[in-house]
């Protein structure tokens, strides 16, 4: 069956601190560096759990796509703020129900996130019905953007993605149950760790 590999990018200042970064690049701290060399080492190759053999398997298409589809949240005026300073600013606030303004809203993250997500079952199903491209997608995101794909994945509002913790340079795994891409499950949650 075809999976998807959520990986979200490793270690930042602003992700150790709790800054919310949408659209600002930073770089990767030392630590972040490492621990994302050390994990592709561990996951990634022939036989091991990403086979790039089963990413792509036809020279026509390429071994990646980069993408603002898969960008984090944008956070708008919300950008760089730590949550206490977006709570002195708006108290009660939650960007599972509020959004940001500024940036996007819960609806337009939404709609963002099932657009992709109906990109990758489309990509699936061309796989297991006519044999196109290859069987596994890995999409490297971000951690509000993997957990909301979480949550719509398996059909279940944004707001659950408050539930599920995607740490820096960690691994989410999914599969379908037998051959229906229709509703998508989530069989085997695996967060890999170097400890």
Known sequence: MPRLFLIRHGETEWSV?????????????????????????????????????NICTLPALPSHVITESVREW??????GLLSPEIQARNP???IWKDGCPGGESTTEMCFRVDT??????????????????????VIVAHGHFNRVLIARWINFPLSLGTHFNVEPSGLQSSQYPRTRIERAEFIRACWVRLD
Do not use: F
Not at 74 to 79: I, L, Q, R
């Open 17 to 53: 601190n709790g800054r919310h970064t949408g659209r600002t690049d930073i770089p990767l701290t030392p630590k972040g560096e490492q621990e994302t060399t050390e994990k592709a080492a561990q996951l990634v190759g022939e036989g091991k759990v990403i086979d790039p053999r």
């Open 74 to 79: 944008d956070y708008g005026e919300y950008e």
């Open 116 to 137: 992709v997500i109906e990109q990758v079952r489309e990509y699936h199903r061309k796989w297991l019905e006519k044999g196109e491209g290859s069987r596994d997608v």
């Open 92 to 94: 009660g606030w939650t």
